[in-house]
């Protein structure tokens, strides 16, 4: 399978390189964890002459018996060298039972520059703190973005192709390797199923995946819309399913949790304060919508929001719902001292259309850009303060 570099990745990982923490990398199924480590591997021989580096991979049979947490542990002191930097980077680290055990013990030696990848249904972002009682980083790990995936496909050169081919074959990178779009499609669904009937429905003992498959599946099929667990349970039990807002919260929560979802808050712009009423949900990955979903009910306005709210925070954004007395404003992003107002549109050639899109941004009072991200095929131009920009180019662009 091919591979392109993914630098901003390598990058960060480098910054923390030789640091006390314990290097977690999160992220979806098959975003590309493993890769990285390798990565990883290959940068510390490259700039560490003095590396001593102690990589296991438990998915491979001839780790099988380090899948004891005695035994992780015994195996990477016998490893260990003085006079070396030891570095150690476990893959699938969930596969030790009790592993937190045996890490949390040669963390706790100082000897080791510690990374570690797994499945997000043991690794989950709430689990760290309790799971290492040392400092720990994470690095989240997103599918690949519009810009990684036209390096991937160098040869399509046209930018607005390229777009129209990412909506729907996504940043899962492993499906690029199949040549049909049904094996394409099998791939991405084995990917969600295995997400939901593995990861949740095993991790929390939940009885089916039944409820599980049909709130992700109303969710995939209206992203990008204001919702609760009340609502939410409300609309479920009008298309005959038996639940309520309890059970729907706490399914909410596992989809987040296990990276399908993510959760976006809302903000109020004038009273410039989060809110903690209803926010919004974002599939991880849009190619997912299409091999679940197909194009039943697709609204292109939807996944575009969707691609770029990923996008904002691939880049390191806080992201957020803008509310506005009763309009609102797609997303709020916020890193550091900077801050974005967005919206987000297909197609915006209509005068009707792109007054409707621009209404909400004209009403913010302060200072902070303003952009109307659409499918516009042009050079970005402004109107009355606010940027248009393609979103293909502001997606590869910056």
């Not at 314990?22 to 990565?39: D, F, H, P, W, Y």
């Not at 000897?111 to 990848?117: A, K, S």
């Not at 005959?240 to 903000?267: D, P, S, W």
């Amino acid at each position: 399978m091919k591979r392109i570099r993914r630098h901003d990745y390598e990058d960060r990982l480098s910054a923390v390189m030789g640091t006390p923490d314990i290097k977690v990398l999160s992220g979806v199924r098959r975003a590309g964890k493993s890769m990285l480590l390798a990565e990883a591997v290959r940068r510390i021989r490259k700039s560490d002459r003095l590396a001593n580096i102690i990589y296991i991979d438990l998915t491979l049979l001839k780790n099988e018996r380090l899948k004891e947490y005695h035994e992780l542990n015994d195996f990477v002191i016998s490893r260990t060298r003085k006079g070396a930097r030891n570095y150690l980077l476990v893959d699938e680290v969930q596969l030790c039972k009790g592993f937190e055990l045996a890490i949390n013990s040669l963390h706790g030696t100082g000897r080791y520059d510690i990374y570690l990848t797994g499945s997000n249904a043991f690794l989950l972002s709430s689990d760290l703190s309790t799971l290492f009682t040392g400092r720990h980083i994470e690095m989240k790990v997103y599918p690949f973005s519009f810009s990684e995936f036209r390096r991937y496909f160098a040869k399509e050169r046209d930018i607005d192709h390229a777009f129209d081919l990412y909506v729907t074959e996504g940043g899962l990178a492993g499906s690029y390797a199949y040549r049909g779009e049904p094996e394409r499609k099998a791939y991405r669904q084995e990917i969600y199923r295995t997400i939901v009937r593995r990861d949740i429905v095993q991790r929390f003992n939940l009885p089916d995946s039944v409820a599980l498959e049909r709130l992700a599946e109303f969710l995939m099929d209206n992203v990008g819309n204001i919702t609760s667990a009340n609502n939410l349970a409300e609309s479920l039990v009008k298309t005959g399913m038996v639940t309520n807002h309890v059970t729907v919260g706490k399914y909410l929560g596992y989809l987040t949790q296990a990276f399908l979802f993510c959760e976006i808050g809302r903000y109020d712009v004038r009273g410039k304060k989060y809110l903690e009423q209803s926010g919004k949900y974002y599939l991880i990955d849009q190619s997912l919508r299409y091999a679940v979903l197909g194009r039943r009910n697709l609204d292109y306005g939807r996944v575009y929001e969707n691609i770029v709210c990923l996008e904002l925070m691939r880049r390191g954004y806080d992201v957020y719902v803008g509310k506005l007395y009763k309009k609102e404003i797609d997303f709020v992003a916020m890193r550091g001292g900077e801050k974005l107002y967005i919206q987000v549109s297909d197609d915006i050639s209509s005068e009707s259309t792109l007054m409707r899109e621009t209404e909400p941004l004209l009403k913010i009072k302060d200072a902070y850009p303003k952009l109307l991200l659409a499918r516009t095929r042009h050079d970005e131009y402004d109107r009355e303060g606010i940027r248009i920009i393609d979103i293909a180019r502001w997606l590869y662009n910056q």
